[in-house]
């Protein structure tokens, strides 16, 4: 075959050959039991990618690279490939290939998974965090505007009324946690691990979602060393039943 043959089994699958191309490579795969096995283990990989979640990011990139490796492994002029005359070599040539596929489809599923929690912290801050609820304390007025600033999108506004509130009322939670989400989904992220660190502190707390919110901010900001942390809190969050813990368990599953 001139051409190489992962493009020529991509081809085939998604309908972009020719009819008198289609033909063609039919007639092929029927005279080439070699060739037939190796598009039957592409075919089974592929299937199983495209039923796999949030596959679309990475697809050509992964085409990419078994491209690539089609090219070295499993060329017709590729020593390893000739083996394939001696029929005595057969079998260890196809283990061979699906061992090389099937490795480089469990690396997928590894990406796959290590991006998954900081997708899903992505959308919690953009489902979950878009609006905050009306809350009742005795400073509701001041804390009211502030949310009420916060869910118009002016957060300019909403960030010095929840950090005033705060420094004239330490006791007040709520405001340091308001203070803290606007930071975050201003991508303000130093500032934001600030204010969850000293709400994850306040130990007085019967519900304290600083250690979760911590966790998904970790996520966002997606600096070396930052999605381990995230996910060790996320882990935590878990084990102590704290708040978030079923998103928490939920991210951690994927």
């Known amino acids: 075959m001139k051409e190489n043959s992962t493009e020529q089994f ?13 033909s063609a490579f039919e007639a092929t795969l029927a005279s080439d039991p070699e060739l037939l096995a190796l598009f039957n283990l592409y075919s089974t990989i592929d299937a199983e990618m495209h ?21 070295v492994y ?24 699906a061992g090389l596929v099937l490795t480089l489809f469990a690396w ?54 929840f950090e005033t509130i705060y420094n004239n009322h330490p006791e007040n939670s709520d405001a340091l946690k308001y203070a803290g989400i606007t930071y975050l989904v201003t991508k303000e992220y130093n ?4 204010c969850f660190d000293e709400l994850a502190a306040k130990k007085e707390l019967f519900s304290n979602p600083g250690r979760f919110l911590k966790a998904i901010t970790l996520l966002q900001r997606n600096q070396p060393g930052d ?28």
């Open 10 to 22: 991509e081809n085939y699958l998604t309908g972009t050959m020719s009819p008198h191309e289609k």
């Open 108 to 161: 997928f599923m590894f990406l796959q998974t290590r991006l998954d929690s900081q997708k899903m912290a992505d959308h919690y801050v953009k489902d979950e965090l878009a609006y905050l609820s009306i809350t009742m304390d005795g400073v509701q007025d001041s804390l009211q505007r502030g949310i009420a600033a916060y869910n118009d999108k002016d957060y300019a506004k909403a960030l010095p009324l």
């Open 74 to 97: 499993f060329k017709r002029e590729a020593p390893v490939v000739r083996m394939i005359g001696d029929k005595k070599n057969y079998r260890f040539v196809i283990y061979a290939a």
């Open 51 to 71: 039923n796999t979640e949030k596959y679309n990011s990475h697809e050509v990139a992964l085409r990419t690279t078994l491209q690539r490796l089609n090219a």
């Open 191 to 194: 500032e934001a691990l600030k």
């Open 227 to 254: 999605k381990e942390q995230g996910e060790q809190l996320l882990q935590m969050v878990i084990n102590e039943k704290g708040d978030g813990s079923n998103e928490a368990t939920r991210w951690l599953q994927k």
